[in-house]
Nanobody
């Protein structure tokens, strides 16, 4: 069974840092674009950052210069380093992959269960 498992969330003071990890488990041959979304209470889910298999990245304006997305293709893992955190970064952070190639064929639009990030002022 293929799944994405996030970790690394928690409570941090404003100005602090956290690193989120997302591991893709299962028999997986290739992974397409990996990304992080977040959803704050009462708000719509929003894109935070994405990274292609080749390492090209894209960031939401609200996190540029503070967050860094990276990936280790060999370990099927994506990371989100979050620095200079603000209370408005408080949200559930979700890992996503647009396409996986598995032993049972391709899978599309896969999401993790989410990890809570809370930034206190």
């Amino acid at each position: 069974q293929v799944q994405l498992v996030e970790s690394g969330g928690g409570l941090v003071e404003a100005g602090g840092a956290l690193e989120l990890s997302c591991v893709a488990s299962g028999i997986i041959f290739t992974i397409g674009v990996m990304g992080w979304y977040r959803q704050a209470p009462g708000k719509q889910r929003e894109l935070v950052a994405t990274i292609t298999s080749g390492g090209s990245t894209m960031y939401a304006d609200s996190v540029k210069g503070r967050f860094t997305i990276s990936r280790d293709n060999g370990k099927k893992t994506a990371f989100l380093q979050m620095n200079s955190l603000k209370p408005e970064d408080t949200a559930v952070y979700y890992c996503t992959v647009d396409r996986l190639t598995t032993n049972r064929g391709p899978l599309f639009d896969i999401w993790g269960q989410g990890t809570q990030v809370t930034v206190s002022s």
